[in-house]
């Protein structure tokens, strides 16, 4: 009983003479404006170096960004990262490419397959021909009129149709995933 009690005045002690929790305080979350439908990407929310490209979020298929790829070519390279216009923080460096050494040439990507419908592809096509996806990497033919699907490496999908241009050059689309 002695030891009992000795154990529930112990307790009390500690209880009475405990330093009060410290609350660290954490800095607002950061947020990138997504546009809303129907608009484009400013391109004002380009993340800095060493800054992590944004997260889409939004309803799934939701238009995130909609603008033109440039494809430039640059001696002595294999691939050569696309150009966005407008700038998006949505497509990183290394999600889609122009392959100038392949014969013919493509335009290549980690997450990318040829889309060979006859009408551009809904949010939900691209997700299932990215998910049946057996070769990697993937490529498109660089051919007028030809589509693919593509995953722009931050979460998001895509799809791009080639343009009669030179660089090459494709219209392309971001949804949400």
Same mark, same amino acid.
């Given at each position: 009983?002695? &030891?009992?009690? $000795?154990? +529930? +005045?112990?307790?009390?002690?500690? $209880?009475? !003479?405990?330093? #009060? *929790?410290? *609350?660290?305080?954490?800095?607002? =979350?950061?947020?990138?404006?997504?546009?809303?439908?129907?608009?484009?990407?400013?391109?004002?929310?380009? #993340?800095?170096?060493?800054?992590?490209?944004?997260?889409?979020?939004?309803?799934?298929?939701?238009?995130?960004?909609?603008?033109?790829?440039?494809?430039?070519?640059? /001696?002595?390279? !294999?691939?050569?990262?696309?150009?966005?216009?407008?700038?998006?923080? $949505?497509?990183?460096?290394?999600?889609?490419?122009?392959?100038?050494?392949? *014969?013919?040439?493509?335009?290549?990507?980690? $997450?990318?397959?040829?889309? !060979?419908?006859?009408? =551009? #592809?809904?949010?939900?096509?691209?997700?299932?021909?990215?998910?049946?996806?057996?070769?990697?990497?993937?490529?498109?033919?660089?051919?007028?009129?030809?589509?693919?699907?593509?995953?722009?490496?931050? &979460?998001?999908?895509?799809?791009?149709?080639?343009?009669?241009?030179? /660089? #090459?050059?494709?219209?392309?689309?971001?949804? *949400?995933?």
């Amino acid at each position: 009983m002695a &030891g009992a009690g $000795l154990c +529930l +005045l112990a307790g009390l002690f500690a $209880l009475v !003479n405990r330093q #009060p *929790s410290i *609350s660290v305080s954490q800095p607002p =979350p950061t947020h990138s404006t997504l546009p809303t439908p129907g608009s484009t990407d400013t391109g004002t929310d380009e #993340p800095t170096v060493g800054e992590p490209a944004p997260t889409p979020t939004g309803t799934p298929g939701q238009r995130l960004w909609r603008g033109t790829l440039t494809f430039p070519s640059q /001696p002595g390279s !294999n691939t050569d990262p696309v150009a966005a216009k407008p700038a998006t923080a $949505l497509l990183d460096d290394d999600a889609l490419y122009l392959c100038a050494t392949c *014969s013919p040439q493509v335009i290549g990507g980690e $997450l990318l397959v040829a889309w !060979n419908g006859t009408k =551009p #592809p809904t949010p939900d096509q691209c997700g299932s021909a990215l998910t049946a996806q057996t070769r990697r990497p993937g490529y498109v033919p660089l051919r007028v009129g030809q589509m693919g699907c593509f995953s722009s490496g931050t &979460g998001a999908i895509g799809y791009i149709t080639v343009l009669p241009t030179s /660089p #090459p050059t494709a219209s392309a689309i971001i949804w *949400s995933a």
